[in-house]
């Protein structure tokens, strides 16, 4: 009896050492195949990114005569309106107020100044646009500017779920129209305290005047 008992242990020692071997040899397809995955993954984006840097040039090229500056995140962007004369730009702890439109490559108006005004931005603490986000920090109050985003640096694979697709590179035009810190912005709101409405003035009617009595003429 010992000995079957000790055989039946050893059959299942076997056993689950050789089910254990199976299981860790079945991950290894799951690990290679998500390995696969991420290379083709990295292959498309880096194929995507370059598909629209070149249509971004060629519209660059397109307008010789307006001069394109390239950012260091990834964006280019041109000047319709410059202010030479300041030189603070937004910083975190401001509030920028600002229009904008934003088109495609071809012109075609997605949303316009219009339909967006105005825009109220607590810079680098709310979620907005990760170009427009960077952008707005390099401009100076009433400077008006053509931002080229990439679809990474704005709306990316999912779009806006609205009027912007997948991938959709865009014309982002921003006037920068006002900035101040939030500490001032608060102490202006609350300065402004709300006063009645002015009564209206009372009007003054001129005195009526008695109608002169008729003298009387003596008779002869």
Not at 92 to 97: C, L
Not at 119 to 143: A, C, F, P, S, W
Request: aromatic share 10%; charged share 25%.
């Amino acid at each position: 009896m010992k000995n079957s008992t000790r055989i039946a242990v050893v059959f299942f020692l076997f056993l689950l050492i050789s089910s254990c071997k199976q299981r860790q040899e079945a991950r290894r397809p799951i690990s290679q195949a998500s390995g696969s995955f991420m290379k083709k993954s990295i292959a498309r984006n880096k194929k995507l990114v370059s598909t629209e840097e070149s249509q971004i040039q060629n519209l660059i090229k397109s307008n010789p005569n307006v001069v394109y500056l390239a950012s260091k995140k990834g964006y280019w962007y041109s000047y319709e309106t410059r202010n030479t004369g300041d030189t603070l730009t937004p910083k975190k702890g401001d509030i920028a107020f600002f229009d904008y439109e934003i088109k495609d490559l071809k012109g075609t108006i997605f949303y316009s100044e219009l339909e967006l005004r105005p825009q109220t931005y607590y810079v680098d603490k709310q979620n907005i646009m990760m170009g427009l986000r960077d952008g707005i920090k390099l401009m100076r109050k009433n400077e008006k500017v053509n931002f080229l985003f990439p679809s990474n640096m704005a709306y990316g694979y999912h779009g806006d779920d609205k009027k912007i697709g997948t991938n959709q590179p865009i014309i982002c035009t921003v006037t920068l129209r006002d900035f101040k810190s939030e500490v001032l912005y608060k102490k202006e709101s609350q300065l402004k305290v709300i006063t009645p409405a002015a009564a209206p003035p009372i009007k003054k009617e001129a005195p009526v005047l008695s109608k002169p009595k008729d003298t009387l003429t003596p008779q002869n």
